[in-house]
């Protein structure tokens, strides 16, 4: 791929990755997480576990950094709704 391609991903990538940090960042401090949906965020992770695989199987940089990171991200949300219900 070339150069301007993968730097069109990793913009996306870090764009959407970074969405999820004003949520986490709302949970830990409310602690409470009552108003996550958690069938979503499972779901969620779940397609984000196989977007990291499928980057893995096309060694696609911007895919693998990005949802690796998000995925880590809706886990510790994943993880606070558990401990904080």
């Known amino acids: ?8 991903g ?3 990538a870090f764009s959407t990755t970074t969405a999820f940090v004003p949520q986490l960042a709302r949970v830990w401090r409310l602690k409470s997480a009552r108003d996550i949906s958690l069938y979503t965020f ?3 992770s779940f397609g984000l576990a ?5 980057g893995v199987l096309i060694h696609s940089v911007p ?4 949802n690796s ?3 880590a ?7 606070l709704k558990f401990r904080y219900e």
């Open 50 to 54: 196989m977007w990291l695989i499928y």
């Open 63 to 66: 895919v693998i950094l990005s």
């Open 73 to 79: 991200l809706a886990l510790a949300i994943l993880v």
């Open 42 to 44: 499972l779901l969620f």
């Open 1 to 8: 791929m070339t150069l301007p391609v993968n730097t069109i």
């Open 10 to 12: 990793l913009i996306a």
């Open 69 to 71: 990171v998000t995925l």
